[in-house]
C-alpha cells in the first residue's frame, strides 16, 4: 500500500495538533491528581525527596501515639502524687490531734516549796518571786530578807551541773554557778534543753514536766569541778534542796497519765490513711506503665536507632508509706510502729510525714521536668511533622491556577491549529478544482 502524500502545511498543522493534545494530556492529568509530579519519570530528584521525606514525616507521626502515651502515664503519676500528698496532709492532721491531748501523758514533778510566807513579809514579795530570786549555792538554806535574796543551799562548789534525761535523749549543762546563779537562772537553763520546761508556782514550788512522754529524770549537783559536779548531778546530790528526790536523777519522774483514749482512737485513722496511701500509689499507672509502681518509662524522639536514637528514659518510684517513712500506729515502739501514746513518738511521726511531704515534692519536681521534656519535643515533632510534608507538597505538588489557565490556553491553541489545518486541506482541494 502506498502512502499517504500530506503537504507540507498540513503536515505541520497535525503536528502542532498532537503537540497540543500531548501537552492538554499531562495538564490535565496534573488538574485531576494536583501534583505536577506522580512518578519518576515527571522529575526523579523531585520524586524521590518527596518520598523521602513523608516516609519520615510518617514515622514521626507513629512515634506522637507513643509521647502522647508517655505524657498521659508522666501526668498520672503527677496526680497521684497531689493525691497522696493530701492523704499525707491528712495524716499530719491526725498526729496533730494526738499531741493536742499530750498534757496527761508529760511527766510531771512538783517540788516542795522554797519560800515560806515569813520570807514573803520580809522582803514584800510573792512566794514565787522570793523563789525565783534566791541563789543556788550556800552550805545550806538562807532564809530571805529584806536585804538578801536568801539561798537555796545546794553546797558551795564553785561548779553547778544539770543533767536531764528522757528516753535515749540526754542534756547536760555546766552554765550554772553555786555563787550567783539563781533559781530563775536554773528554770531558763531547763526550758533551754528541749526535753523539759520548769517554772515556779505560785506556791513557791519548782515545777518540772517532761517535754515527752518517757520518764525524766532530773539531777542537780555541785563540785569543785564539773566532772564532779556531773557526778553529783547524776546521783541526784542537790535535788533535795531544790525539794525534788534524789531518786528523781536516777528512777525518775513517770508520766501519770496512763494512756490516752483519745490517742488510742486515732491509731485505725492513721493507719487507714497510711494503708490507702499504698492503694493509691498502685492506681497510679496508665496504659499498662505505673511510674508510683516502680517502672520505667522510655520516650522515643526521632525514627533513628541505636546511638543516634533520641530518648528520655523516666524511671519510675516504688511509692509506698513505708518506702516514704511513715511507720504505722500502734502502742508500742518497733522498727515499724511508733508509739502514739508517747509523745516523742509524736514528734518523730510527725517529722517523718513531713520528711516524706519533702520526697514527694522532689519526685513531683523531677516528675514536672521529664514531663516538660516530652511536651516540647511532642510539640517540635508536630512541628516538624508538618515542615516535613509541606516541604515535600512543595516538590510534587501542581499549581492548580496555572495549569488551569494552561489548560485554556491549550483548548484555545488546539482550536487554531484545527482552524489552520482546515485552511491547509483547503489549498489542497483548490488543486483539483483544475482538473475538474
Do not use: H
Not at 518540772?208 to 541526784?236: C, K, M
Not at 510502729?337 to 516523742?344: G, K, L, S
Request: overall charge neutral.
Amino acid at each position: 500500500m502506498a502512502n499517504t502524500v500530506l503537504s507540507q502545511g498540513v503536515r505541520n498543522n497535525l503536528l502542532a495538533l498532537q503537540d497540543v493534545a500531548a501537552q492538554s494530556t499531562a495538564v490535565q492529568q496534573r488538574l485531576a491528581t494536583g501534583k505536577k509530579v506522580n512518578s519518576a519519570v515527571d522529575n526523579a530528584v523531585n520524586y524521590f525527596t518527596n518520598l523521602g521525606l513523608n516516609d519520615r514525616a510518617s514515622q514521626l507521626s507513629s512515634l506522637l501515639d507513643g509521647m502522647s502515651n508517655s505524657v498521659q502515664t508522666i501526668q498520672a503519676a503527677s496526680k497521684g502524687i497531689d493525691s497522696i500528698t493530701k492523704l499525707i496532709q491528712s495524716a499530719q492532721s491526725t498526729i496533730k490531734q494526738a499531741q493536742a491531748d499530750a498534757l496527761a501523758n508529760r511527766p510531771t514533778k512538783s517540788g516542795t516549796a522554797l519560800a515560806t510566807a515569813a520570807e514573803v513579809t520580809a522582803t514584800g514579795s510573792s512566794l514565787k518571786d522570793v523563789t525565783l530570786n534566791k541563789v543556788l549555792g550556800g552550805a545550806a538554806a538562807a532564809a530571805a530578807t529584806s536585804s538578801s535574796a536568801g539561798a537555796v543551799g545546794i553546797g558551795t562548789g564553785a561548779s553547778v551541773a544539770l543533767t536531764l534525761t528522757s528516753g535515749t535523749t540526754t542534756y547536760t549543762s555546766y552554765a550554772l554557778n553555786s555563787t550567783t546563779s539563781t533559781v530563775r537562772d536554773l528554770v531558763a537553763e531547763i526550758n533551754k534543753s528541749g526535753i523539759a520546761s520548769a517554772s515556779v508556782d505560785d506556791n513557791g514550788k519548782l515545777v518540772i514536766t517532761g517535754s515527752g512522754s518517757n520518764t525524766l529524770q532530773i539531777g542537780v549537783g555541785q563540785g569543785a569541778s564539773n566532772a564532779a559536779a556531773l557526778t553529783a548531778a547524776q546521783a541526784g546530790g542537790a535535788n533535795v534542796a531544790l525539794g525534788f528526790l534524789a531518786a528523781d536523777a536516777t528512777t525518775g519522774v513517770a508520766s501519770a497519765g496512763g494512756t490516752s483514749a483519745v490517742r488510742a482512737n486515732l491509731i485505725q485513722q492513721f493507719n487507714d490513711l497510711r494503708t490507702q496511701i499504698d492503694q493509691l500509689a498502685k492506681d497510679a499507672g496508665y496504659n499498662g506503665t505505673n511510674l508510683l509502681d516502680g517502672d520505667k518509662l522510655s520516650i522515643i524522639f526521632n525514627e533513628k536507632t541505636g546511638s543516634n536514637q533520641n530518648k528520655l528514659d523516666v524511671q519510675g518510684t516504688t511509692m509506698t508509706a513505708a518506702n516514704l517513712g511513715i511507720l504505722q500506729a500502734g502502742t508500742t515502739t518497733s522498727a515499724t510502729t511508733f508509739n502514739i501514746q508517747n509523745d516523742v513518738d509524736l514528734t518523730t511521726a510527725s517529722d517523718s510525714l513531713t520528711t516524706a511531704l519533702a520526697s514527694l515534692r522532689s519526685t513531683a519536681s523531677n516528675l514536672g521536668s521529664n514531663l516538660a521534656v516530652a511536651q516540647t519535643r511532642q510539640d517540635f515533632t508536630r512541628n516538624m511533622v508538618t515542615t516535613l510534608q509541606t516541604g515535600a507538597d512543595y516538590l510534587v505538588n501542581a499549581d492548580q491556577n496555572a495549569e488551569a489557565a494552561n489548560l485554556l490556553a491549550l483548548q484555545t491553541r488546539q482550536q487554531l491549529s484545527q482552524t489552520a489545518l482546515s485552511l491547509s486541506n483547503q489549498a489542497d482541494q483548490g488543486v483539483l478544482r483544475l482538473f475538474g
